[in-house]
T-cell receptor
């Protein structure tokens, strides 16, 4: 089945640093999505990417849909304490239903 | 706040029992998807409901079943509960069935099987 490899699994950074994480797959996806999940809550959508090569920003977040449709990255600039959490990439497959395939997550910890 | 609400927030059951989880979709959304998230993992797709019919399913056995109602709310039913069913169950709503519209998640139901 389809799988996403997300890296790194965890990151420990200083406040103010930039962050980069990525997802790769052997499968092609229709869209790529990036979600953030805080403890006790569901994933919250950060950025949605619809076209190969697309580069999209949302405030300090920037994400790109790889040209091969098999990868994506997320960058966070000038990290702040509220950026702490688990970040998930998800690829969309349309097989009757719109199915999201998730990566394993990147846990971000920020030292003030 | 995504507008997707799930109930209950927590539930404890024993092996062999049955459980029903509920989800109200975001206003205007006609599609509901269910996911299982084990501890430390990403969510896994269970199935999706569109216009009151199941229109796609992941690798979950038939004891996982669901319903969607005319107001687009949905239920997830799990029969013959097993210890491995302990997880966070997430509901996501979206617009348009198999369209590319993004899915928005509720905060989940934490199910513990003893």
């Amino acid at each position: 089945g389809q799988q996403l490899n997300q890296s790194p699994q965890s990151m420990f950074i200083q406040e103010g640093e930039d962050v980069s994480m990525n997802c790769t797959s052997s499968s092609i996806f229709n869209t790529w999505l990036w979600y953030k999940q805080d403890p006790g809550e569901g994933p919250v959508l950060l950025i949605a990417l619809y076209k190969a090569g697309e580069l999209t920003s949302n405030g300090r977040l920037t994400a790109q849909f790889g040209i091969t449709r098999k990868d994506s990255f997320l960058n966070i600039s000038a990290s702040i304490p509220s950026d702490v959490g688990i970040y998930f990439c998800a690829g969309t497959i349309i097989q009757g239903a719109q199915k999201l395939v998730f990566g394993q997550g990147t846990r971000l910890t920020i030292n003030p | 706040e995504t507008g997707v609400t799930q109930s209950p927030t927590h539930l404890i059951k024993t092996r062999g029992q049955q459980v029903t989880l509920r989800c109200s979709s975001q206003s205007g959304h006609n599609t509901v998807s269910w996911y299982q998230q084990a501890l430390g993992q990403g969510p896994q797709f269970i199935f999706q409901y569109y216009r009151e019919e199941e229109n796609g399913r992941g690798n979950f056995p038939p004891r996982f079943s669901g319903l969607q109602f005319p107001n687009y709310s949905s239920e997830l039913n799990v029969n013959a509960l097993e210890l491995d069913d302990s997880a966070l169950y997430l509901c996501a709503s979206s617009l348009g069935g198999s369209s590319n519209q993004p899915q928005h998640f509720g905060d989940g139901t934490r199910l513990s099987i003893l």
